[in-house]
T-cell receptor
Framework: NAGVMQNPRHLVRRRGQEARLRCSPM?????VYWYRQLPEEGLKFMVY????????ESGMPKERFSAEFPKEGPSILRIQQVVRGDSAAYFC??????????FGPGTRLTVL | DQQVKQNSPSLSVQEGRISILNCDYT??????FLWYKKYPAEGPTFLIS?????DKNEDGRFTVFLNKSAKHLSLHIVPSQPGDSAVYFC??????????????FGSGTQLTVLP
């Protein structure tokens, strides 16, 4: 499968727990992006990373959210001490040097 | 402040006819536009894109038109097929943003193609 991979597809957490979302970019892509979609809304940019570097985190909430893209392994979006308002679909996208971003299937986070 | 607007939440079209999905934007620093299609419980699928230096781009049944003076773009699908039924998102890249890579999305239009 040459597409963007995300896991888990569904994640249920209780308030106060941590959520870890993983994203493996398409083969040959070195740029990773995370977006969040709230119900009935469009996707909102969160963060843009290259290997071992955060390039643009202007869309990330200031607290509890962090992202990384290590030299080896997938990109991780981490949400600490989740609250109900974090319930959303989180999409990862990747791109090569060009402009087109290709999206994964998303992780649907539900906070109880 | 919505910089990319899709004012029609839904659109129904008869199979075989043309579907026209519209998108308006307010940010004059947008220089690259994309259309994505999204089925329920899946990620957005890239359809077609256009650079701000062009006014038209065509790929099979899909054509995107860009009117920079009106800050308007549209996606034409002809002929429409039942499999085209999905939510369509317009997205734009802002060259003045920090990384010039983040996309700003509209809220989507649900297209239903009736057999």
């Amino acid at each position: 499968n040459a597409g963007v991979m995300q896991n888990p597809r569904h994640l249920v957490r209780r308030r106060g727990q941590e959520a870890r979302l993983r994203c493996s970019p398409m083969k040959g892509h070195s740029h990773v992006y995370w977006y969040r979609q709230l119900p009935e809304e469009g996707l909102k940019f969160m963060v843009y990373l290259q290997k071992e570097n955060i390039i643009d985190e202007s869309g990330m909430p200031k607290e509890r959210f962090s992202a990384e893209f290590p030299k080896e392994g997938p990109s991780i979006l981490r949400i600490q001490q989740v609250v109900r308002g974090d319930s959303a679909a989180y999409f990862c996208a990747s791109s090569g040097p060009g402009d087109t971003q290709y999206f994964g299937p998303g992780t649907r986070l539900t906070v109880l | 402040d919505q910089q990319v607007k899709q004012n029609s939440p839904s659109l129904s079209v008869q199979e075989g006819r043309i579907s026209i999905l519209n998108c308006d934007y307010t940010n004059s620093m947008f220089d690259y536009f994309l259309w994505y299609k999204k089925y329920p419980a899946e990620g957005p699928t890239f359809l077609i894109s256009i650079s701000s230096i062009k006014d038209k781009n065509e790929d099979g049944r899909f054509t995107v038109f860009l009117n920079k003076s009106a800050k308007h773009l549209s996606l034409h699908i002809v002929p429409s097929q039942p499999g085209d039924s999905a939510v369509y998102f317009c997205a734009a890249r802002d060259i003045s943003s920090g990384s010039a890579r983040q996309l700003t999305f509209g809220s989507g239009t649900q297209l239903t193609v009736l057999p």
